[in-house]
């Protein structure tokens, strides 16, 4: 094993340090990660939890679009986290990983924390507490454990947590992809449309995010002949997708492909 020097190994630590600092999670089309990268020149745009731009894969290419109108000599900002987490969470991750506390406005006023933290906090207490567990058995693949988990939870907090609560909300969204392995579409649709809203109130604005959770949700919908309502979610979609992805990504090329797939069948049942 080779020996370092201080100086050595100081300079290791700085440079995993400035690394760690600046990638970017690469993920694909539908914000799935996979895998990280360094993008030097992105990696000078300051972080915001109101940002007024995202970054986008289109393979290893990243992009930076703008989601809010931008005034001449306005600074460009993205979010460097998942800017769902409540503002305390937000700012522990941004000192964490960062090394800086975000005083943003959102997290000076806790902006939307009431909404994510609604319901008996005993429920959403142990919901928390839940979500590492949620989170191996997603890791593992084993998706009927995680739909009886969280179904065990979800149908005990219906009256006492709000769908907008912020660990409810991971439940639900955990429950629908595991719905989606199992190829139980039904179920699975029931639980995103329960996302549909508070996914509107925490990624306000076109947010890839949302968009793409409306196209999944779309696509529940035409898989199961639901044609008008899958017209609907996915013109949603789209309106979003548009803006954060381009009409050029691949991703939204097959949104609109599948969009027109569902206008021919509600057309062709209509006629």
């Not at 548009?242 to 949104?255: C, D, Q």
């Amino acid at each position: 094993m080779k020996n370092y020097t201080d100086k050595q190994l100081m300079r290791k630590r700085r440079l995993i340090m400035q690394v760690t600092c600046n990638c970017f999670t690469v993920s694909d089309g539908e914000m799935q990660e996979a895998g990280v990268g360094l993008y030097p020149s992105l990696s000078l745009l300051n972080h915001s939890c109101d940002p007024n731009c995202v970054m986008v894969f289109e393979g290893k290419l990243l992009q930076l679009r703008a989601v809010q109108d931008i005034r001449q000599g306005e600074e460009l900002t993205v979010s460097y986290i998942d800017v769902m987490a409540t503002s305390q969470e937000r700012r522990r991750l941004t000192e964490r990983q960062y090394c800086f506390t975000c005083d943003c406005r959102h997290c000076e006023t806790g902006h939307k924390d009431a909404d994510r933290l609604a319901g008996d906090e005993r429920f959403w207490t142990q919901a928390k507490d839940t979500i590492p567990k949620v989170e191996e058995l997603q890791a593992a693949a084993y998706w009927q454990q995680l739909v009886d988990t969280c179904r065990t939870f979800t149908s005990k907090s219906q009256d006492v947590l709000p769908d907008t609560n912020l660990y409810l909300l991971k439940m639900l969204d955990a429950t629908m992809d595991a719905c989606i392995n199992l190829s139980r579409w039904e179920e699975a649709l029931s639980f995103g449309l329960r996302t549909l809203h508070p996914y509107q109130l925490y990624y306000a604005g076109p947010h890839p995010v949302r968009g793409v959770q409306l196209m999944r949700v779309g696509k529940l919908q035409h898989h199961l002949g639901k044609l008008s309502q899958a017209l609907d979610t996915l013109k949603q979609a789209f309106d979003i997708l548009k803006v954060t992805h381009g009409r050029e990504h691949p991703l939204t090329r097959n949104l609109q492909q599948l969009l027109a797939d569902c206008e021919a069948e509600l057309n062709s049942k209509l006629d």
